[in-house]
């Protein structure tokens, strides 16, 4: 299967700070990925759809100004959770499609203090 | 809004127990998707399914998409310690941008 790679995997900051995930396709060139946030135990929560090249489609109750998403080419998109709090904190995954599959990164481990 | 129904929510079986899971919805998908995730890990992709009536086989799972296409079964038989994870299944409703609508997950434990 495809793979997609998200870095880092774990970050730790400090509250009101910023933080940047970044979110690869690594051997194909993905029109959109998408960018989720999961709690422990639960299902993933689609927070943005993001197309290269084009502003991302957040979904409802998500702050776009919070959670600013970049997708500046077909094989990396990126986002920055900025101001972070500690309600914040949570895991992220993106995914990137190929067809008509997603393919998910190993996600992110946001902890912030 | 598409809503997928999965259910059970949460399993814990013995080694060497057959179960199923389910994934029901009121809206047609073109595609269906089923997941497996690990603690800590993204979701790994097991099997997709498209065409109504579709079973597909996978060692000891078996999946099975409705002749609507709008629900899916995950079958898993003889279990294994090995098994245990978050189950999520995920329906693609044709869109230009391939959004997926996911169940809530079923949290798969087999105990040794």
């Known amino acids: 299967g495809a793979v997609v790679s998200q870095h880092p995997s774990r970050v730790i900051c400090k509250s009101g700070t910023s933080v940047k995930i970044e979110c690869r396709s690594l051997?194909?060139?993905?029109?959109?990925m998408f960018w989720y946030r999961q709690f422990p135990k639960q299902s993933l929560m689609l927070m943005a759809t993001?197309?290269?090249?084009?502003?991302?489609?957040?979904e409802q109750g998500v702050e776009k100004d919070k959670f600013l998403i970049n997708h500046a080419s077909l094989t990396l998109s990126t986002l920055t959770v900025t101001s972070a709090h500690p309600e914040d904190s949570s895991f992220y995954i993106c995914?990137?499609?190929?067809?008509?599959?997603?393919?998910f990164g190993p996600g992110t481990r946001l902890t912030v203090t | 809004t598409q809503l997928l129904e999965q259910s059970p929510q949460f399993l814990s079986i013995q080694e060497g127990e057959n179960l199923t899971v389910y994934c029901n919805s009121s809206?047609?998908?073109?595609?269906l998707q089923w997941y497996r995730q690990e603690p800590g890990e993204g979701p790994v992709l097991l099997v997709t399914?498209?065409?109504?009536?579709e079973v597909k086989k996978l060692k000891r799972l078996t999946f099975q998409f409705g002749d609507a296409r709008k629900d899916s079964s995950l079958h898993i038989t003889a279990a294994q310690p090995g098994d245990t994870g978050l189950y999520l299944c995920?329906?693609?409703?044709?869109?230009?941008?391939?959004?997926?609508?996911f169940g809530k997950g079923t949290l798969l434990t087999v105990n040794p």
């Open positions: 051997d194909f060139q993905a029109t959109t």
């Open positions: 809206s047609v998908f073109s595609s």
């Open positions: 995914s990137a499609s190929s067809v008509y599959e997603q393919y």
């Open positions: 995920a329906g693609d409703s044709g869109g230009s941008n391939y959004k997926l609508t």
């Open positions: 399914v498209v065409t109504g009536g």
């Open positions: 993001s197309n290269e090249g084009s502003k991302a489609t957040y």
